[in-house]
């Protein structure tokens, strides 16, 4: 939202006290006997001249003290407010009495003793219209707040919403990637004859993968558990192509299960280990997930015993900086992505609030 200018700040406040004369200068024409239109007429003008040299360098004041005094509680800010207009209503009255006399409309003679009568009543409206002018304006600050943070909110969950569907539709690229599933087939093919149970197995493992890439929580947001089924389904596949060079375990508590974790997010982690660990070498690798908890934070964790890679300056479009982004959209600075890639073992951790549990 654009801040106005001082001169348009400056305009919107004379409108304003323009309407504070006008009120003002018909209250005390009823109020005070008057009877004719140009008896009304001289109220209105007497009472908008004071409104106006009263009221315009009380609202410069107002925006220019207001960054300085936000610092300050509630309370604070509002008698600050109320010492500083008190003062300047007083000057701003002895001003208008002043022009007053030197237009000619009221003689010199008796100057204090008006301004000491004139100083009480402006002082009593000043005092009033001040607290309302300050209620309402505190009001207004906390409603364009409110819908600061509302957009934000929702710019964030739009954001979530995008990162997750781009890993969906990754994950899905990847599941139905021509060589992804030629390989899978064909293995299952060789497993027909000589292990046919096994072969229907893969089968299914191959079904349910494809149906949680297209069925993912449009929140981003899943259980742990249904994401370690996601993996486990993923390993068992590659399992019959690779055999022996993929050896992988999992240790996951089960008090661990229930954490709200991105979806694909520990697949990702394996997809990466599969691909650069144990496709990449003659001797495959050996794939280790494991969880933990330490204090409030969850830490899900993926090492190999692959050749590493240097993590500091991942490629744009990258499944683990793709998953770094999503954390920060989900969590903050409460989930983090960290990269330990050495000769001879690579170990990927996604930290994040062990608090939140998905439905």
Not at 35 to 59: H, M, Q
Not at 205 to 230: K, Q
């Amino acid at each position: 939202m654009a801040t106005p200018s001082l001169s348009a700040i400056a305009l919107r406040s004379v409108a304003l006290n323009c309407g504070w004369g006008l009120a003002l200068g018909s209250i005390f024409f009823f109020t005070g006997g008057g009877e004719t239109t140009a008896d009304w007429l001289r109220s209105v003008a007497f009472s908008t001249t004071y409104s106006n040299f009263i009221g315009l360098p009380g609202t410069i004041v107002f925006v220019l003290m207001g960054p300085r005094l936000r610092r300050y509680r509630p309370t604070g800010q509002v008698l600050a407010y109320l010492l500083v207009l008190a003062p300047m209503a007083a000057i701003g009255c002895a001003s208008a009495d002043a022009f007053f006399v030197a237009v000619g409309f009221r003689s010199p003679a008796g100057f204090l003793a008006r301004f000491a009568e004139d100083a009480r009543v402006t002082l009593i409206i000043t005092v009033v219209v001040g607290a309302a002018v300050i209620g309402y304006e505190r009001l207004r600050a906390r409603l364009v707040d409110a819908e600061t943070r509302l957009r934000d909110e929702e710019l964030s969950h739009e954001r979530a919403l995008r990162l997750a569907s781009d890993a969906q539709l990754s994950s899905l690229e990847s599941r139905i990637r021509p060589h992804f599933l030629f390989n899978a087939l064909n293995a299952v093919l060789a497993l027909v004859h000589e292990d046919p149970k096994r072969a229907e197995a893969v089968l299914e493992r191959i079904t349910a993968l494809l149906r949680a890439s297209l069925r993912a929580d449009p929140t981003g947001l899943v259980a742990l558990r249904d994401e370690m089924s996601l993996v486990v389904d993923y390993l068992e596949i590659e399992a019959v192509r690779f055999e022996s060079r993929l050896r992988w375990s999992v240790d996951v508590p089960d008090d661990l299960m229930a954490t709200a974790v991105p979806a694909f997010s520990v697949q990702t982690l394996v997809e990466n280990a599969v691909k650069y660990a144990a496709s990449a070498r003659r001797e495959g690798a050996s794939i280790r997930i494991g969880a933990s908890r330490d204090g409030q934070s969850v830490s899900l964790h993926v090492e190999d015993d692959g050749p590493g890679f240097d993590g500091l300056a991942l490629p744009k479009g990258h499944g683990l900086e793709t998953l770094r982004a999503r954390l920060a959209t989900h969590f903050g600075d409460a989930g983090a992505l960290e990269i330990a890639g050495t000769s001879g073992r690579a170990r990927v951790t996604v930290r994040l609030p062990a608090a939140k549990a998905a439905a």
